[in-house]
């Protein structure tokens, strides 16, 4: 989502540059008493321009943290110079409040904190210089608590800005994800429905033959073998082509029913039980209480079989996977706990994309499948994993009584 954040439009931003350049400028130029004197601070004025005018002229060509700390810093020390440079300008205290709002442009929160910290350590030294040495702020001096008010409330005023900028943009950044995971359900769904029907019908006769040479007594044991291994293939392929349809044409007249959590998690467990031996791996049901959603039965086994099977083939031989379910008031939250290989941020944004697994053979179709489920009865699916330490799912839904 790095894009989400650093696109600008070249156009508009080179145009409201320009006028900026255009205003300092005409700062230097006209109406300057400074101006035709050319003496220390006129120089300091002139170089803190040329400064600021290149790094804004820059800035789309190094869109990094480091160059917009760069800008936010030059900008801030502009203003403070414009601020020493003309003491009886009294509206150059105005731009000495709003220094922050430069870095809310950026949408970077740490550029925020730093500009609002920078920019009240400045203040706080300019009052003190203001009340001990220079006596020519008159403006200030006069009403300082005032004016030590008025500063902080811009900062509280700025900061809320900020805050609610922020969470709009939040929203906004998730409200995108949603659409790119909707746009790949569709283009999967327009590829199931084009041709998994296609697909299947010469994969049933090819695997009615197979069957039928497997019962052939012509053919030696170890040909059967590979009998056998095509047709196991074969049912793989079968497997990914029903998911396929799954998630193309999904069942929207499937039966709602109340679901006893402990019963289906007593179920899938012994039905697991005998694939976890495979690893020596363990399915531990740690708390499990009397828990009720509105679901369909058999969709909702299917999605916790996806998610627990995925955790067994994810753990250490001789680790065991830990389950449990609870109420958290609205919400039934089932966790499943897995100490196995983990995986990173990256790896967890992208389960449920087509096509990507972290299994050799995987096809990822069976967690996009698993959260289609969870969207189907008002659900959510969180993962929570590190690298080398394992997962942990949390799956919630809303409790129903029974």
């Not at 690298?387 to 129903?400: A, D, L, N, Q, W």
Request: net charge neutral.
């Amino acid at each position: 989502m790095k894009e989400f954040y650093t696109h600008i439009n070249k156009k508009i931003y080179y145009f409201t540059v320009l006028i900026v350049i255009a205003i300092m400028i005409m700062g230097l130029l006209m109406g300057n008493p400074r101006f035709g004197k050319f003496d220390y601070g006129y120089f300091i004025h002139v170089g803190l321009v040329v400064i600021l005018t290149a790094c804004l002229l820059l800035y789309p060509k190094y869109i990094t943290h480091v160059f917009r700390l760069i800008v936010i810093t030059v900008a801030s020390v502009y203003f403070y110079a414009l601020f020493f440079l003309y003491p009886d300008t009294w509206s150059t205290f105005i731009f000495l409040c709003f220094i922050p709002a430069i870095a809310i442009l950026f949408f970077d929160s740490k550029l925020f904190y730093f500009s609002l910290l920078l920019n009240s350590v400045f203040i706080m030294f300019t009052f003190s210089y203001i009340m001990l040495i220079d006596q020519g702020y008159p403006y200030i001096k006069q009403d300082l608590i005032g004016n030590v008010i008025n500063f902080i409330g811009s900062q509280v005023i700025i900061y809320f800005i900020f805050y609610l900028s922020l969470g709009r943009i939040k929203k906004q950044q998730l409200y995108y994800e949603q659409i790119q995971h909707s746009e790949r359900l569709k283009t999967t769904g327009q590829l199931a429905a084009a041709v998994a029907h296609e697909i299947r019908n010469p994969l049933t006769v090819v695997k009615g033959f197979l069957q039928l040479y497997q019962k052939d007594a012509g053919f030696s044991d170890d040909i059967k073998g590979n009998f056998t291994l095509m047709i196991d293939e074969l049912n793989i392929a079968e497997q990914v082509i029903t998911q396929f349809l799954s998630i193309a044409k999904p069942n929207k007249e499937t039966e709602v029913e109340t679901v006893n959590l402990k019963i289906v998690l007593k179920s899938v467990t012994d039905l697991l039980h005998s694939y976890g031996l495979l690893h020596d791996n363990k399915i531990e049901l740690i708390r499990v209480e009397d828990c009720y959603i509105a679901a369909n039965n058999i969709e909702f086994k299917q999605l916790l079989i996806n998610i627990i099977k995925n955790a067994i083939e994810a753990s250490k031989f001789g680790d065991s996977v830990f389950v449990s379910a609870s109420r958290e008031k609205d919400f039934v939250e089932i966790k499943v706990v897995d100490y196995g290989q983990g995986m990173s941020e990256a790896e967890v944004k992208s389960l449920g994309i087509p096509f990507y697994s972290l299994k050799s053979k995987g096809t990822g179709l069976g967690m996009m499948v698993c959260y289609n489920i969870a969207a189907k009865y008002k659900g959510t699916i969180d993962f929570q994993s590190t690298k080398g330490e394992g997962t942990t799912v949390t799956i919630r839904f809303p409790s129903k009584n029974p």
